[in-house]
């Protein structure tokens, strides 16, 4: 096999270890009954300006119908509530309750976990190669995934 695709499988093999990983760190933590995709849900919401559920569902690029059912089994766990915006009835907005809050601190202490290791990894003098490769290679799938899309 040749270098090239020797690191190209290493960095998937990376990206798998990570998640698999993040599953393990969610299940032996304080939120167990919370998946990986629900926490992600979490996320976007804290992240989101205006947590509508068409702002949040193209947050996570998935379809409104498919975060109604993750928002039902959330809310459900007692993560978040979703309540009928004042401005306009029309409009569910999603917020994170106490217990919602607490579970992305958890998340996020995680991701800073992460990060350490990553970082650790990493000598400082690479740090500028490493970025831009990765950020070109982030450009290059979101370029693909639009692709995909239009077909």
Do not use: C
Not at 31 to 44: I, R
Not at 130 to 142: A, G, P, Q, R, W
């Amino acid at each position: 096999m040749s270098r090239r695709l020797d690191a190209i499988e290493t960095v998937v093999a990376v990206f798998n270890e990570a998640m698999a990983i993040q599953e393990i760190y969610l299940k032996k933590g304080k939120f167990k009954e919370l998946s990986m995709s629900e926490t992600h849900v979490l996320d976007a919401i804290d992240k989101v300006d205006f947590p509508s559920m068409t702002n949040v569902a193209k947050e996570l690029h998935i379809t409104v119908g498919t975060l109604t059912t993750a928002v039902k089994k959330i809310a459900e766990k007692g993560f978040l509530v979703k309540e009928r915006s004042t401005k306009d009835q029309r409009v569910f907005l999603l917020k994170l309750t106490k217990k919602g809050h607490e579970a992305l601190v958890v998340h996020e202490n995680f991701h800073r976990e992460l990060a350490n290791i990553y970082k650790s990894a990493i000598p400082d003098e690479r740090l500028d190669w490493v970025f831009d490769t990765l950020k070109k290679i982030k450009i290059d799938l979101e370029s693909f995934k639009k692709e995909l899309e239009a077909k």
